[in-house]
């Protein structure tokens, strides 16, 4: 009995209080981190739309750019103006209003009701003088306001973020807005979710407290090094399938941007509508509307391309490991400036997708470290296969650090142990050695395929 007190009193209670101490700090710290990721999606999500307005007014006033800029401020002019903004809609709830300096109503073709009348004083649900606000931001150049209007589509008063502009010689303003009710929900949806991994955690938590429970019970006090092996190997695995989430959510995270590109998409769209439009009637300016579409359609094509890449190379999928580095030494010359001596053999690792994936991200960590904090003028990077293994070595000549405290808790090389922990799953071996103007950094890896038995 007294040993089974002592069982409780040394272990199972101390137990039961630090995984409870740590599912409290986890807990609060995800719903921190959950709060700290809605108010980033949300400013994220502001900026998208911010961009998205800009862009639409953009368009609008190079439709009635011609009416303005020619200096006609006749009514037939501005009626003219007035006739293509009403038309101008686009979306469910997306359409362009105008009113002059004095509050009147001059364009807003979902409440046709409000045209002709003088809005001065109108105010939302909240208080705020939403014209007078409107023509003063207009004015002072920073033409973004965010206020309460009703939503056309559901007919309920909204949040609203418009975008004006001022056209001072016709004593206008005019602009757009989008209607944030979907930012809402999407933190909604995120807190949600973060409720429900919260309390994953937490169950998860109590699992591995009954667990260990059992443990000790069934083991007492007597662990061997049997039992640390298997924690080490469990603590191991446990890291891997992090690495492997995190290659997941690149992925995802690369089709999620690709859809925020939409506003580009939607430039190109009105350029090319426009230029439909002056076809039709037969102008002679058809081919620059075109070259801006085709102009904005490049831009959206390469910002694709590049988050596509940086996210996961399509070389290394395609061509292998040799050409994906090729490329990344092709983009860190070119980015850094710094001289690269590339020596880069054929290796076939296409039967370890896994461990392929694995080399290339210690090269992308590596240079990335290189161009952050050596201060090199010089790095030699060498790729090849020999004697059943696949050998990449990354030399560099500059400030060196004190590579005996990488495996220090406290130290920062926090990059360097996740390198060694990586490449030890695939039974692999990291080495680094360190001084003032010589830092280089080995990896070899077993080879399931190994074509080239040259040495580097």
Not at 95 to 102: E, G, I, L, P, S
Not at 114 to 134: A, H
Not at 384 to 398: C, E, F, P, S, T
Not at 418 to 429: A, D, F, L, T, V
């Amino acid at each position: 009995m007294r040993l089974k007190y002592k069982v409780i009193v040394l272990a199972v209670l101390p137990l039961i209080a630090a995984v409870s101490a740590i599912a409290i700090l986890v807990a609060m710290q995800a719903r921190d981190l959950a709060g700290q990721q809605g108010e980033v999606l949300k400013e994220a999500m502001l900026a998208a739309k911010r961009a998205e307005l800009q862009h639409y007014v953009q368009l609008a006033r190079t439709s009635i750019d011609h009416l303005y800029s020619s200096g006609r401020d006749d009514e037939a002019a501005k009626a003219e103006a007035k006739r293509i903004l009403s038309e101008m809609n686009y979306g469910d709830d997306g359409y362009f209003f105008a009113y002059d300096v004095t509050g009147l109503s001059l364009v807003h073709p979902r409440q046709t009701e409000l045209v002709g009348r003088n809005l001065w004083d109108k105010k939302d649900s909240e208080g705020l003088p939403v014209i007078q606000r409107l023509i003063e931001v207009a004015a002072s150049g920073d033409g973004f306001l965010q206020y309460k209007w009703r939503k056309p589509s559901s007919d309920k008063e909204t949040d609203k973020l418009g975008y004006v502009v001022s056209l001072d010689r016709w004593g206008w303003v005019f602009g757009t807005g989008i209607y944030l009710d979907d930012v809402e929900a999407v933190r909604a949806t995120l807190r949600e979710q973060m409720s429900a991994r919260i309390s994953g955690t937490v169950f998860g938590f109590t699992i591995v407290a009954i667990v260990a429970l059992l443990i000790v019970f069934s083991g007492g006090m007597a662990l061997n090094i049997s039992e640390h092996q298997l924690a080490d190997r469990q603590l191991k695995a446990l890291a891997q399938r992090i690495v492997s989430s995190h290659e997941e959510e690149r992925a995802r995270v690369a089709r999620d941007l690709h859809d925020g590109l939409s506003q580009l998409l939607v430039s190109v769209k009105y350029h090319l509508e426009l230029a439909k439009e002056r076809a039709i009637a037969g102008r002679d300016d058809v081919a620059a509307h075109i070259g801006k579409g085709l102009d904005g359609l490049g831009v959206a094509i390469s910002e694709i391309r590049s988050i596509s890449h940086n996210l996961r190379p399509s070389l290394l999928d395609n061509l292998g490991l040799p050409a994906a580095v090729g490329q990344l030494l092709d983009e860190f010359r070119a980015r850094t400036g710094i001289v690269v001596e590339a020596a880069i053999g054929q290796v076939d690792l296409s039967a370890d997708e896994a461990g392929a994936t694995t080399l290339y991200r210690i090269a992308q960590e590596a240079l990335t470290n290189i161009e952050r904090h050596a201060g090199a003028q010089h790095v030699r990077f060498g790729l090849d296969a020999h004697d059943g293994k696949v050998r990449l070595a990354i030399a560099d000549d500059g400030c060196g650090f004190d590579s005996s405290r990488i495996d220090h808790p406290r130290s920062g090389g926090i990059g360097l142990r996740n390198m060694r922990e990586r490449i030890e799953h695939h039974g692999g071996r990291l080495t680094v050695a360190s001084t003032p103007g010589r830092t280089e950094l080995t990896v070899e890896l077993p080879c399931p395929n190994p074509t080239n038995k040259g040495k580097m």
